[in-house]
Every structure is written in C-alpha cells, then in structure tokens.
C-alpha cells in the first residue's frame, strides 16, 4: 500500500527514498524549521515551545515556512521528541535554551508504570495539522511530502532518566546495564508511545517517518543489539506495514549504521562525521541521507558548495541519496546559505 497522489509518489524525495532514479538529488535539512529563521522567532515570540506544538495553526505555519523560504523536497512535521510524553500527561517542559526537561525522573518499574499509554485521540492537534499540511503541500512545487518523526526509544529514554539534556547518559546507561528489567519495560512503553506518535501522523497523510535515534552513538555495537535495536525493530516494524519509506538517524553512528538499518530502515541517516564512501557499502540495499557537516553553511558559498558536489557523487554508489546535513540546522545559520545550498543540490547535473 501507498499513500497519497501520484505526483507525491513521483516526487524526487520519495523516489530516492525508495532507491528509483531521480530527476535532481532531493533535500531537505534537519531542523529546517525554528530558530534559524527569522520568521519562526517572529511567531514563536511569547509562545512557549510545547505550547506551539499543540496549536495546529502554529504546527502549520512553522512547517510550512521553510519549505516556502527554501523550496526543499520534503517538510518535516514541527514538533519534539518529547511532545508524546507531554501528551500522556508526563511532567516535563522545553526550556529555552536548555532542552527536555523531566520534573520526575524515571529510575523503577512504579516509574515506568505510572507512565499512560498513548492514544491517536490524545494527539488531535497533530492528526489536525497534519491534514492541514498535507492539502497545502499537495499544491507546492507539483507536491511536496511531509515526513512524519519520532524519537526512538534509547533517544528518549535518555530524557526521561537523566531529567535533561546528557553528554555521557551516564545514568540511562545505568540503568540499562543495572536494571535490565526496568530498561526493559522503559523501552517498551516508549517504543509503543512512538509508534502511536508515528502511526497518527501516517494515518492523516504523511509521506514518510524518520525516526530519530540522536543519541544511539553512545552505545557499542553490542549492547545496542542487546539493548536498543529490538525495541527500536518494534517501532519499525508497525511503520512497514503502512507503506511509506522509513528513514533511521543518529549520531556518531559510524559503528552502527548496519545496526540501524537492520532495525527496519529504508533509509539510513548518516551524520557528517562518516564519509559516504564507507557508510553506503555498509548499509546494504538501503539508501542513505546526509551528511554535509553543519558548519560548511558558515564557510565561503564556493568552500560549501564543493563539499556538497561531493557528497551528491558519493551518493551516486547508492540505492538511493537524499541529501541533509549531518545534524540539525545551527540557529545561528544563515538561511540565505541554506537558499544557496538547496538551489545548488537541486540543480546539480546527475546525467
Ligand atoms: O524554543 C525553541 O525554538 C526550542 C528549540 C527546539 C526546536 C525548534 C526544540 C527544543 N525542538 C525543536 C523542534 C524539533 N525537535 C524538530 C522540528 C522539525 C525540524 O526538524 O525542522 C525536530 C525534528 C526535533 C527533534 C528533536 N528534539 C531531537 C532529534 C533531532 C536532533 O536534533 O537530534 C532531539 C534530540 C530533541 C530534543 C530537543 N528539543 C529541543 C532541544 C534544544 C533539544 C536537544 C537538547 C539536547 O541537547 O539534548
């Protein structure tokens, strides 16, 4: 089963999604939308960062904004990795400046349990906006696909048990190595909220889900199979059934992308800090997105723009190449070598 209009089905991000040939090589940025643009800081202003995200109208217009600004080949829902948790009633808010915040750490099996599953009927201003999007989208660029995200369980889980951001995820890995059966029960009840999360924005239209394990890089090989990847497979697995391209992301993963892609992924996220040449062998019959470093947008247009040539003729060994940064957007680019950036990669010859 597919979703959605023949021309979204043919636009270029799906194609190379799926690994079909492709008119120009597809991009998109992580964390195009927020505090890079001026235009999100303008109606963000007094608006609390959770808060947007359960306003539809707000969900709208920040998603839509770069892809107006920028023309890329794929919007990606506004929202967090936390917005679930805080919808089943998690004590939890985004500081500015900081991140994720957790008032009540989660540290036992009571912990775990007094966390509520999570229901498509708790999220109506997601299914909302995401209807929403998916109508305007349909008319911009002969049809622009929405990618749908979630955080995968290792991501979030660290949240929930550090209470805040983490360098090390000292604690989380704790728990994990120290109480296998809470970790257990933690991933699952998180694996299960994502996959509610995900499923809800497929369901009202989107085109593609990225599941965002940021964090995983933490991890050995080892104990992520032992520890990590089952739960993350879960998540995937109730994805595969809906029929649309499911991409798998972290950072720091160059001695686990088979791993991820394992996990169940049509796509593997690659972070900067892997050269192409090495990551498409290792992930098999698989595409890849990345995975220009995020800080060439703050070099010379000509030092970035060759750099970026690069990466689109690595990709060429693919199945299939969506170009990205290897990470998030930094706030403090400046969209216009964004504008520069997508213009380049899309007009870049393929023949
Ligand atoms: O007030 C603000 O503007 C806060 C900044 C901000 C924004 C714009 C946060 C707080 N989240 C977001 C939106 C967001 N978060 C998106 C939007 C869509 C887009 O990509 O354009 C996405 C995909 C996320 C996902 C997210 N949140 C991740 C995974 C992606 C990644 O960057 O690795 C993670 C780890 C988070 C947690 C989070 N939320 C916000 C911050 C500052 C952080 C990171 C904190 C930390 O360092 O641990």
Not at 117 to 140: C, F, H, K, M, R
Not at 147 to 175: M, N, Q, R
Not at 297 to 309: D, K, L, Q, S, Y
């Amino acid at each position: 089963m597919t979703t959605g209009s023949t021309a979204l089905q043919d636009s270029a991000f799906l194609k190379a999604a799926r690994g079909e040939p492709v008119p120009h090589t597809p991009v998109w940025f992580m964390r195009q939308a927020g505090r890079s643009l001026p235009e999100y800081l303008e109606v963000r202003e007094g608006v609390a960062m959770l808060d947007s995200c359960m306003n539809a109208e707000l969900i709208t217009e920040i998603t839509l904004q770069p892809v107006r600004r920028y023309g890329v080949d794929a919007a990606i829902f506004f929202s967090d990795i936390v917005l679930p948790l805080k919808a089943v009633g998690v004590d939890l808010d985004i500081v500015p400046g900081v991140g994720p915040v957790v008032a009540d750490p989660v540290r036992t099996l009571e912990d775990v349990a007094a966390i509520p599953s999570l229901t498509p009927e708790q999220l109506p201003y997601v299914s909302q906006a995401v209807d929403g999007l998916v109508g305007e989208l349909a008319g911009i660029n002969g049809g622009t696909p929405l990618i749908g995200f979630a955080g995968a369980p290792f991501t979030v889980a660290s949240y929930l048990v550090e209470g805040g951001p983490s360098k090390e995820h000292a604690k989380t890995k704790a728990l994990m190595f120290g109480a296998p059966d809470v970790w257990d029960a933690l991933m699952r009840k998180i694996a299960d909220i994502s996959a509610v999360f995900l499923e809800t924005q497929v369901a009202a239209g989107a085109s593609a889900v990225q599941l965002f394990d940021s964090w995983a890089g933490a991890l050995t090989p080892d104990d992520y199979v032992r520890f990590v990847q089952p739960h993350s497979a879960r998540v995937l697995a109730r994805i595969g059934g809906l029929g649309v391209p499911r991409i798998h992301f972290g950072v720091g993963t160059t001695n686990l992308l088979d791993l991820m892609g394992e996990a169940g992924a049509d796509v593997v996220g690659v972070d900067w800090r892997t050269p192409l040449e090495r990551a498409i062998p290792v992930v098999g019959d698989r595409s890849v997105q990345g995975n220009l470093d995020p800080t060439l947008v703050f070099a010379p247009t000509e030092v970035m723009t060759e750099r970026a040539a690069a990466i689109i003729e690595a990709g060429r060994a693919a199945r299939g190449h969506v170009f990205n940064l290897g990470h998030g957007v930094i706030p403090s680019t400046d969209p216009d070598q964004l504008a520069r950036l997508t213009e380049f990669v899309q007009s870049y010859p393929l023949d």
